[in-house]
């Protein structure tokens, strides 16, 4: 580790409490999908694979967070030096 992570270990009453959720998470879950049948669930499972999918490989490769590659979040703020494309500088 780097510095920068953590390992949390939840207490016993902790993965207690994650288990309920998880188990309250896929009750939910095969309420809303029970009237569907099996040719939408079908359909459902191979978008979603298909999806995990695409998210796979556009995952970086690299857990180093110094050389991943990283989409700055658009609010954050510009790096020095920095100007947008479309405006123009009178310095």
Known sequence: ?????????PSPDGLHRLAAATDARRGEW???LDGWSTGE??????ALTRLNT????RRPTS???RTRT?????????PTGHRPTG???LE
């Open 1 to 9: 580790m780097d510095g920068r992570r953590f390992l949390l270990t």
């Open 30 to 32: 095969r309420g809303r």
């Open 41 to 46: 669930l079908a359909e459902f499972v191979t």
């Open 54 to 57: 695409d998210l796979e490989r």
């Open 63 to 65: 857990h180093n967070p």
């Open 70 to 78: 990283r989409r700055p979040h658009p609010h954050a703020p510009r």
């Open 87 to 89: 405006h123009l500088s």
